[in-house]
């Protein structure tokens, strides 16, 4: 992302340039800062975590006097530390009291120069809590409906995940899993596994049929296992 991007969006409106140079020097610090979390690779699973109290953007006369340098400055900040979806950042301005005006006004000019991409955001979501954390479609649906990001959004993120590939990762961590398990009883075994990749989202006929491979691989009787998965613990 460019750095005239970055100034457009937090130059005063109307803005006479666009020139960094022109903007005092704490908000030039914001800019950079704003600029390089939006740099940041997926692996930093954007958004993770509760949202941080976005600090008030006023020692200069307050939101009162000046709301969207306001709205500017709190949405600066939050995105200096993790890439937010439009929903969280219109959640903050509104804690903070912002105009319902002001804020649509600043969060559409964000979005304008791309530092609000909720398509960007899912798909980057998807691939690091997949790739990190394992988790399936479902999961990563839910997870990213509760930041606010639009039913269509969610559905293509998450339809952009292989099938083979979320198979895959079940059966990894399923793998992972089983040394953990050795000694229990086959079904005992089986629901535990089992109910280890539903709390990932993971679908209870794949769950079920990736747990029963790999434990016949291991050397479980197939007929002491269940026929249909148990109740989960």
């Known amino acids: 992302m460019s750095d005239d991007l970055v100034c457009r969006a937090a130059a005063p409106y109307p803005a006479p340039h666009d020139r960094c140079a022109d903007l005092p020097r704490w908000r030039r610090r914001s800019h950079g800062a704003a600029r390089r979390a939006m740099k940041r690779t997926p692996s930093a699973e954007p958004g993770d975590g509760p949202l941080p109290e ?9 939101i009162a006097s000046n709301p969207e340098g306001a709205a500017r400055e709190i949405c600066l900040r939050m995105l200096s530390t993790s890439p937010r979806t439009r929903a969280q950042l219109a959640d903050a301005l509104r804690r903070k009291n912002i105009p319902d005006d002001v804020a649509e006004r600043v969060l559409g000019r964000f979005t ?33 409906r509760r930041r606010g990001v639009a039913n269509e959004t969610v559905n293509d993120a998450v339809d952009s995940l292989d099938p083979a ?22 079904a005992k075994r089986m629901r535990r596994l089992v109910g ?24 479980t009787d197939p007929e002491t296992l269940p026929e249909t998965p148990d109740p989960i613990d």
């Open 54 to 62: 976005p600090e008030a953007a006023d020692a200069r006369g307050g």
């Open 112 to 144: 304008d120069v791309g530092l609000i991409d909720d398509e960007a955001f899912a798909q980057a979501w998807v691939q690091s809590r997949h790739t990190g954390r394992g988790l399936a479609k479902r999961a990563l649906a839910q997870e990213l």
């Open 165 to 186: 590939q979320e198979e895959e990762t079940a059966r990894a961590l399923v793998t992972r899993k089983l040394k953990a398990t050795r000694g229990a009883d086959p």
């Open 196 to 219: 280890m990749l539903a709390r990932k989202g993971y679908p209870a006929g794949l769950a079920y049929r990736v747990v029963k491979e790999a434990l016949a691989e291991e050397g």
